[in-house]
């Protein structure tokens, strides 16, 4: 078989594999309706998968180049997935299916596949030049969508049923040119990441509660 299957790609898989569900339950399966709200938190898992994949990944201290390069590839190709098609699946499932809503979900998976290719091109290049690990970011990181949507999904019932999809559609839109706008964000250490991993949690007790009906 080709390809990598040690332990330092598990998480990325699972990821991957979680927002391909939730791509199913956005449109719905079988006889059932769409889902958008089990599609949040499938997204939610897949952030959760890519915030430590990257960490166990380098605790392996034997992959080879093949192995490294093929998981900063494969990390890529899932995260597109995972961050730039299912929300758009979502945005479709919530309402957006006017002529005029089909361009912003086009344009959002294009833009964060744009953003993946050139974190890719600059990674390489960098990894000629040092060892040592990414401390900043260009760009809006395609993950970021795992907080925030979910955050914005929770006010759903608040926002309307009506005006809802055009506040995800700017929320979307929003994001998608801030994936290819050239900007710094420091890359969040450790203890950053735990702090996300709450605020993920809280989201998706908050998400829960305020959804239940």
Do not use: H
């Amino acid at each position: 078989m080709i390809g990598f299957y040690n332990y330092t790609v598990i998480l990325t898989y699972i990821g991957l594999l979680s927002s391909v569900t939730g791509i199913f339950l956005a449109s719905g399966v079988g006889n059932l309706p769409p889902s958008p709200k089990y599609a949040i938190i499938c997204l939610m898992i897949s952030g959760l998968c890519d915030m430590f994949d990257g960490k166990i990944a380098r605790t392996c201290k034997t992959r080879t180049e093949q192995e490294k390069q093929f998981g900063i590839q494969i990390d890529s190709l899932c995260d597109l997935v995972c961050f730039g098609i299912l929300p758009a699946v979502i945005g479709y499932s919530v309402g957006m299916k006017s002529w005029l809503d089909i361009p912003v979900l086009i344009l959002f998976p294009l833009c964060a596949v744009i953003r993946l290719a050139y974190f890719n091109v600059t990674e390489e290049c960098r990894q000629k030049k040092t060892s040592e690990v990414r401390k900043v970011y260009e760009g809006l990181p395609v993950t970021s969508v795992a907080l925030i949507l979910p955050l914005l999904y929770s006010f759903k019932n608040d926002i309307g049923k009506d005006i809802f999809p055009v506040i995800y559609e700017i929320v979307l839109s929003l994001t998608a040119i801030a994936f290819i706008t050239r900007f710094k964000i420091k890359k969040p250490g450790m203890k950053s990441m735990f702090i996300f991993l709450g605020i993920g949690v809280l989201e998706l007790l908050w998400l829960l509660y305020r959804t239940r009906s």
